[in-house]
C-alpha cells in the first residue's frame, strides 16, 4: 500500500496496554510488528514474520530469561535486534528488521521506518504530568480509511446525529482559539437537555455534565485530539488517539484523564467515565463503517472550518518539514 502520511509520528501504545513479557500484535502502514515488554520496562519491537517460514511471532510467547520472542510454529527465539537464539548464543546478525520506537514515559510513539517530518508532540506527557490516569478504552480496528476517521475527530456538528440520544446536544458553538502549524485549540460551547434520574443512574458521569458545557479541545496533527470537559466535580482530559494499519483500517484508542474536586469520586465515576468514553468511539465507528465512497460535499454546515484544517494538513502533507 501506498503510505499514510509517511513520517508522522504516531502514538501506537500506551505502557499499560503491553502488559508485562506478553506479544502485542500492532500493523502500521500495511506492516504488521510485534511489541513486548520484559519485566524491567524494556519494550522491544520487531516485524511480526517469522524469517523461517513466515509465522506471525505475535502469536508465539515471551522466554522471559532471554528476552526473546518464541515462534509459536517451530519455537525459534529473536531477541529485540532480530538476532536468533539457538545453541545457547545469538546470531552475528539480525535475521528480523526491528521497529525503532521511541519511548516518552508511558507512550511509545514510532515513525514506522520513515524518515521523522514532525518531532514527537510535548502534549501527552503534559497531560499525564497533571491530571490523573483513568485508564485505556475504547481501543479498535475501524473498518474505514484513516481521511474519515480523522475528520469525525475535528467535527463540530456530529453530535448533533451520531451522539443526539447519549448528548442531548441542542446547539453546539466552536471557534479557534489558537491554531499554528499541527497545534490547534479549540473552545466549544454546548446547550444540552435534561438527563433523567434512571439514566444518571445507569451511568453517573451523566450527572456531572452542566447544561451548558464550555469545552476545549486540543489537536496534534494527525493523531491526537485532546477533549476537556469541565465540570464542578470533574474535569476530564480525554485523549483520542488514531493511527492508520491500511488504506482501509484505522486503529483508535482513548487514553482518559481526570481530576476530581474531591478524591473519593475517582472510584465511584472511573468506571463510568471509561464506559462513556467507549460509546462515543462505538458510535462513531458505527457511523464511520457505514459511510458511502467520499464525494465533494454540496451541503456546508457552521463551525466546518476546523474540519477544513485537518483535510489541508492531510492533503498538503508532502511539503511537511523534515526535522
Known amino acids: 500500500m501506498k503510505p499514510i502520511l509517511p ?19 500492532l500493523t502500521l502502514n500495511g506492516r504488521d510488528y510485534v511489541l513486548w515488554q520484559n519485566t524491567s520496562g524494556e519494550i522491544s519491537a520487531l516485524s511480526n514474520i517469522c524469517p523461517h517460514m513466515q509465522a506471525p511471532l505475535s502469536k508465539g510467547w515471551i522466554c522471559q530469561e532471554r528476552n526473546t520472542i518464541a515462534c509459536p510454529f517451530h519455537a525459534l527465539e529473536f531477541d529485540g535486534l532480530g538476532r536468533l537464539f539457538r545453541d545457547g548464543e545469538l546470531s552475528r546478525t539480525s535475521f528480523i528488521e526491528p521497529l525503532k520506537l521511541i519511548v516518552d514515559g508511558d507512550f511509545i510513539w514510532t515513525y514506522g521506518g520513515f524518515q521523522p517530518q514532525l518531532p514527537v508532540p510535548d502534549l501527552h506527557q503534559k497531560v499525564a504530568n497533571d491530571y490523573d490516569f483513568l485508564g485505556v478504552t475504547a481501543q479498535k480496528s475501524i473498518q474505514s480509511d484513516f481521511l474519515s476517521c480523522l475528520k469525525i475527530n475535528y467535527d463540530h456538528n456530529h453530535q448533533n446525529g451520531t451522539h443526539r440520544e447519549f448528548f442531548k446536544c441542542k446547539s453546539c458553538r466552536s471557534e479557534f482559539i489558537e491554531k499554528e502549524g499541527i497545534y490547534a485549540k479549540v473552545s466549544q460551547v454546548v446547550e444540552k437537555d435534561d438527563y433523567t434520574p434512571e439514566e444518571i443512574a445507569e451511568n453517573p458521569m451523566l450527572g456531572a455534565i452542566p447544561d451548558v458545557m464550555n469545552n476545549f479541545l486540543e489537536y496534534v496533527f494527525p493523531s491526537t485530539q485532546f ?28 487514553l482518559l484523564y481526570a481530576k476530581f474536586s474531591d478524591p473519593s469520586l475517582k472510584p465511584v465515576m472511573k468506571d463510568s467515565l471509561l464506559h462513556a468514553a467507549s460509546i462515543v468511539v462505538q458510535q462513531d465507528t458505527q457511523c464511520l463503517e457505514s459511510l458511502y465512497p467520499r464525494q465533494t460535499p454540496k451541503i456546508h454546515l457552521p463551525n466546518e472550518d476546523i474540519m477544513v484544517y485537518a483535510e489541508a494538513l492531510y492533503n498538503n502533507w508532502e511539503g511537511a518539514p523534515v526535522i
Request: aromatic share 12%; charged share 15%; with cysteine.
Open 7 to 25: 513520517g508522522a509520528p504516531w502514538l501506537v501504545a500506551h505502557r499499560s496496554m503491553l502488559g508485562v513479557n506478553r506479544p502485542y500484535p
Open 227 to 254: 477533549f476537556c470537559l469541565q465540570s464542578p466535580e470533574v474535569q476530564t482530559y480525554q485523549g483520542h488517539i488514531l493511527y492508520p494499519e491500511t488504506e482501509n483500517r484505522t486503529q483508535t484508542f482513548i
